[in-house]
């Protein structure tokens, strides 16, 4: 490990995030842990809303830069898995929910899926 650069000098002595976060009250660790398991927590009041507006920040900063909001199903099927090269490698991996569907793992999964099976007209890339 190493040091960058000089550290603040501090008028107080400094407090760990996550205790901060909770003496706040901006997030709930214990009830996250009951509800996600270890290392998980529930965002509250201010909390929440702080999380908010930090997801529609960068929203705002893609869609300005010319980036498309696709928001797809949290449930795709073993095509899906197998057209982004998942499956069958990782098909035991994954979240199913039925012998043909399983929980969305990573955004790409979907989007790599979105023009399946089309050609796109080359004036329309790159796609954003």
């Given at each position: 490990m190493r040091t960058v650069g000089v550290p603040p000098?501090?008028?107080f002595q400094g407090r760990d995030h996550v205790r901060l976060a909770q003496e706040l009250g901006l997030v709930d660790h214990q009830r996250g842990t009951?509800?996600?398991?270890?290392?998980?927590?529930v965002y509250r009041g201010e909390g929440a809303a702080l999380e908010w507006a930090l997801l529609n920040h960068f929203l705002d900063a893609h869609?300005?830069?010319?980036?498309?909001f696709v928001l797809p199903p949290h449930l795709l099927t073993y095509e899906a898995g197998y057209?982004?090269?998942?499956?069958?490698k990782f098909a035991d991996e994954?979240?199913?929910?039925d012998d043909d569907h399983f929980l969305l793992p990573t955004a790409e999964t979907a989007l790599v899926n979105l023009h399946r099976g089309?050609?796109?007209?080359?004036?329309?890339?790159?796609?954003r």
């Open positions: 000098v501090l008028g009951a509800l996600g398991g270890r290392g998980y927590w869609r300005r830069a010319g980036y498309e057209t982004a090269g998942q499956f069958p994954v979240f199913r929910t089309e050609t796109l007209d080359e004036r329309e890339l790159p796609r």
